[in-house]
């Protein structure tokens, strides 16, 4: 589905991202481990075509990405889940699903509010709601609510779990594994392994903008190296 290779990315004179290479199969979630600064944002905002200076390879079932502007990006099928939600504060749970509805994608399921309120029942009590008065959570949910309106083929989570309540934590960790189930692409960004362990297939761990590791989840949790280097705080 997925693959970058060589990627390089530069805000102005810093040079953030080193050779990053990774891919991601079709119904795969696979997890981009690392610590606080490792390069994990700067990743995914490379891959949506927001940073400006990137060089190497994004592909896209074969199609080079590299060059499209952000909004070409969306549109071949990349949904991206920012750390920081970006919902429409003064606008209901039901609006900000209708901003990002897009087409059905052929060969995968068609995300409607109905459905999306079955995978997140806690935004379906609350459809006339605006997103302002939304605790962090239930934000959370509605961001990534709202890009499965644009019917994406890969999604790219950036920090679901971060600062959530231990059972919203749980609640997303279900609805991640649904829809794996429903065939969607998974790249999610995370410092927590537990999290991780939860829902990933496979994982990549960054350090200082460049790729250390790759296996299976089962072999990262089983290496205590590895972990002590590039994941303890």
């Known amino acids: 589905m997925l693959v970058l290779d060589g990627l390089d990315s530069f805000y102005g004179p810093a040079h953030i991202l080193h050779r990053v290479s990774l891919d991601i199969g079709r119904g795969e979630v696979v997890a981009l481990i690392g610590r606080n600064g490792a390069g994990k944002s700067t990743t995914f905002r490379s891959i949506m075509g927001l940073v400006p200076d990137r060089r190497g ?49 052929q060969g995968l399921p068609e995300w409607t509010p109905k459905r999306l309120y079955d995978l997140f029942p806690n935004l379906g009590q609350m459809a006339g709601r605006p997103g302002g008065r939304m605790s962090g959570g239930e934000q ?29 934590v749980e609640d997303m960790a279900r609805a991640i594994l649904l829809l794996k189930q429903e065939g969607l692409s998974i ?47």
């Open 57 to 105: 390879t994004i592909s896209l079932d074969g199609e080079d990405l590299s060059r499209l502007p952000t909004y070409e990006i969306a549109r071949r099928g990349i949904g991206y889940v920012p750390e920081d939600r970006r919902i429409f504060t003064d606008l209901t749970v039901a609006e900000n699903l209708e901003v990002g509805r897009r087409p059905r994608r």
């Open 140 to 168: 959370q949910m509605l961001t990534i609510a709202r890009t499965l309106m644009g019917n994406p083929a890969i999604v790219l989570l950036d920090e679901p779990s971060e600062g959530l309540a231990p059972k919203i």
């Open 187 to 233: 790249l999610l960004s995370e410092q927590n392994l537990h999290f991780a362990r939860l829902i990933a297939d496979r994982a990549y761990v960054i350090e200082s903008g460049a790729i250390h590791y790759s296996g299976t989840m089962a072999e990262l949790a089983a290496d205590q190296a590895v972990q002590n280097e590039f994941l303890a705080l």
